[in-house]
């Protein structure tokens, strides 16, 4: 409980580090039918793929340095050699970001998804698949930037966005079973089920690849 309440503290504190990403998925979701000149109804098709790239691009903005400042003042170093959890630190700093970063965004979308689409059935079939997609995507990249951690975030990234292809794809179907009464349910529950492996996996990694960076 106190490395939860650590952690919430410090990233709370650090208005640049979630407000930042916030801020840009909000401008993402304003420019959107500000610069495209369609239909109302092309812009509600089209609107699900830019909800789910920008999606993307704030949760890979938001983990750029998620470890870089716990690498920095030796934190990670400490926890390395102590008796502590680090993979449960990190799945706590992981969550932490999720819940500062990747909630507000799906509720922002969420709202967006009613303005546009006009479908507030639609939306409350999309908000759950936003909270469970973020926090995948904020796994996997958290998993990049861990490779990255001293050779800076590209590397992170090229890394990373192939491995989020597969699940773009999957969340391109969960529109079109939305759109025509297909099974919903399942696919959200195969993302459930990515996740539920996810959670334990990747902390775990990270922890093999922190303390190989520290050696």
Not at 73 to 98: H, M, P, R, T
Not at 181 to 186: A, E, K, Q, R, S
């Amino acid at each position: 409980m106190n490395i939860f309440r650590f952690e919430f503290l410090k990233l709370s504190r650090k208005s640049r580090g979630w407000l930042g990403p916030i801020l840009v998925f909000v401008l993402i979701m304003i420019a959107y039918p500000l610069t495209v000149e369609v239909s109302n109804l092309e812009l509600g098709q089209s609107f699900f793929s830019v909800l789910w790239i920008a999606t993307l691009l704030v949760m890979m903005l938001a983990t750029e340095d998620i470890f870089l400042e716990d690498y920095n003042d030796g934190s990670l170093e400490q926890l390395s050699i102590s008796d502590g959890n680090l993979s449960f630190v990190i799945a706590v700093k992981i969550f932490i970001y999720w819940m500062l970063i990747g909630i507000p965004i799906s509720i922002i979308g969420f709202l967006f998804c009613i303005g546009i689409t006009n479908s507030s059935q639609n939306s409350i079939y999309v908000l759950p698949i936003i909270l469970v997609a973020s926090y995948i995507f904020i796994n996997v990249f958290s998993f990049g930037n861990a490779l990255s951690l001293t050779k800076g975030s590209v590397l992170g990234t090229l890394v990373t966005l192939p491995l989020l292809l597969p699940l773009l794809i999957v969340l391109g179907k969960v529109i079109v079973a939305i759109n025509f009464g297909l099974n919903y349910f399942g696919f959200l529950l195969l993302l459930l089920g990515i996740l539920s492996i996810i959670i334990f996996i990747v902390p775990m990694i990270i922890s093999y690849i922190i303390r190989a960076h520290l050696e």
